[in-house]
């Protein structure tokens, strides 16, 4: 029988799990919405009760899982497998390793969810044989992950990776940090929600619209492929704008880093593809301090959608629990 690992994409809004083989052949899958407001206690149980549905699809019992991984947002402690801080769940100090562990008897490794993402793609999708890669999702937030030598690389504190804080403008928009001018308040689907409403104060636009159409109290990524294919303009100088600033965010990562790739994810670039990704790459190998006339460094979507955190989470457990 192969070897089979758990894996669970936790995200403020829905969850993702798979039981997966090690070379990230799904055998059974599962997956709901996360409840608001939710005990820290109710949410585990209910990831675990998922994972063993995907577990009953796979023909295997969570007990006979060779390790389980999950990507949980916020600040996390993967020594510990504590979730130090997650504000969209309202956790705080979370012990989600050892609580999950006990609850399905196999081992638990803890993870952000967009460094897990970036284990997955670079284990099984875009990135996969590379050795230096950079991870930039684009979602909500905008948030990183370093593979340095074929590893993950959380840094000397464990959080390396906080790309969405690099300062672009310094007399930009103020950004949830805090500060003014970081790539998240600029090129986050929720930085260019707040361009695309301060321009439908003096432009006519079908952004809104949709929103209203689709019964959608925010600008998710359904909503501007929308407005994209009905050639919204004001959509469409929005997008240029955040695509311009992340061009500049990722040109900074490779003159820093020099990376054999940049994958592209997270779910506006899940939704969007390579139209989103082409004049990102244009912008960023503009800004390249030594020149790449052979296209060394790559700069691609993550392919593995949906499953790059789920998978990434088995990955990560394959490589931490051996």
Not at 244 to 260: A, K, R, S, W
Request: glycine letters at 14%; aromatic letters at 2%; one cysteine or more.
């Amino acid at each position: 029988m192969a070897r089979l690992y758990g894996g669970i994409d936790l995200g403020g809004t829905s969850m993702k799990v798979v039981v997966a083989t090690a070379k990230g052949e799904v055998a059974g899958s599962a997956g709901g919405p996360t409840t608001p407001g939710a005990s820290a206690a109710a949410t585990i149980e209910s990831i675990a009760q998922h994972l063993e549905t995907a577990a009953s699809l796979a023909s295997v019992h969570p007990d006979k899982l060779k390790g389980i991984g999950i990507g949980a947002p916020g600040a996390v402690d993967p020594k510990r497998g504590i979730v130090v801080t997650a504000p969209n769940l309202g956790w705080k100090n979370v012990r989600l390793g050892a609580a999950l562990g006990k609850r399905l008897g196999s081992p638990v490794v803890v993870g952000n969810d967009v460094q897990v993402a970036i284990v997955g793609e670079h284990a099984f999708g875009a990135a996969k044989g590379c050795s230096r890669v950079v991870g930039v999702w684009v979602g909500t937030g905008i948030g990183g992950g370093l593979i340095i030598d074929g590893r993950l690389d959380r840094g000397a504190r464990g959080a390396a990776g906080e790309i969405g804080h690099v300062l672009l403008k310094e007399d930009g928009p103020l950004c949830g940090c805090g500060r003014h001018g970081c790539a998240e308040a600029l090129a986050s689907r929720t930085a260019m929600e707040r361009d695309v409403r301060e321009a439908a104060r003096n432009v006519k636009t079908s952004v809104l619209k949709i929103m209203k159409e689709r019964e959608k109290t925010r600008m998710t990524s359904s909503v501007m492929a929308r407005a994209l294919k009905a050639n919204d303009p004001v959509m469409k100088r929005v997008l240029a704008n955040a695509q311009h600033y992340l061009g500049l965010l990722v040109g900074n990562l490779v003159n820093v880093l020099d990376p054999e790739m940049v994958v592209i994810g997270g779910g506006v670039a899940q939704r969007l593809g390579e139209p989103f990704v082409q004049p990102i790459r244009e912008v960023a190998r503009s800004r390249f301090l030594r020149p790449d006339p052979d296209g060394k460094v790559r700069i691609e979507p993550s392919i593995l959608g949906d499953f790059s955190g789920a998978l990434g989470a088995c990955a990560l457990a394959k490589r931490e629990l051996r």
